[in-house]
């Protein structure tokens, strides 16, 4: 079985390069492989590379800048990937596409069900949106996982940028009134790689399957408990950090002003990943020991 993974070089797609090698032959391309802004050529790749899997871990993700960049946004996270569905879905290929917590609105009380109805309220989450409905149309078989908050020891991110900001200044304001689940990029990869082994014994056991799977941390947090977690087991494997956790103060939404929205609510709930192939999700805390690890070895290695 061969596995074509596409944006090998992003947060989940660098951890997907190391857990899909045992489940099959990958061929691991970057953007500079593959041309999102050129959905006929990214549709030859496919057909060049013939693999039974795609997977796509490529998307425009920049929150804000997407709401003055609403053509790129929508190229890369709509467009292309309605090419890739329809590619995969005419060969008889499993597509295998990653989204996000901003489909939704944020006003539920409680965690989202993959069953709730979207309502992004910015450029970037109506992007990832219409590539869902773009997959979902072409009629191929395909996993979408929604997840949130990614963060991972490669690339760039909220977690690795606190603990530079923590080792510069003495105090820290970081909003408070925004939930969900900070999600390992290793959590996602290793995830997809068990679900993908299952395929790759088996491909009858995706039938009946395919569709859309919350891939979260379990449990809650706001950006101040992230921040604040992040920090803390930092300072306890021996990060030198300016300020401690005592001094990051918890703010409201309003008080850090963006020019995108953001969901207050981007709990999701991940039963049916455990109800339909069995793969129990750890809480999100459970990551963060290796991941202010594996910074103290690299860029946060004490001289």
Known sequence: MKILLLGKNGQVGYELARSLAP?????????????????????????DHNPHIVVNAVAYTAVDKAETDEATAYQVNATAVKALAEEAAGSKRLFVHYSTDYVYDGLKDTPYLESDACGALGVYGKSKVAGEEAIVAAGGLHL????????????????????RLARDREQLRVVGDQFGAPTNASLIADVTSLILHQYALNPDAI???TGVYHLVGGGKTSWHGFATTVVEEATKVGIALKCETSAI???????????APRPMNSCLNSQKIYTLFGIKIPDWTYYIPRFVRDLKEGEFRES
């Open 23 to 47: 489940v099959a032959e990958v061929v691991s391309l970057g953007r500079e492989d593959a041309n999102f802004m050129d959905e006929g050529g990214l549709v030859d790749l496919v057909k």
């Open 144 to 163: 979408i996982f929604r997840t949130s908050w990614v963060y991972g020891s490669h690339g760039h991110n909220f977690a690795k940028t606190i603990l």
């Open 207 to 209: 039938n009946g399957k």
């Open 249 to 259: 103060t918890s703010i409201a939404s309003h008080e850090y002003p963006l020019p």
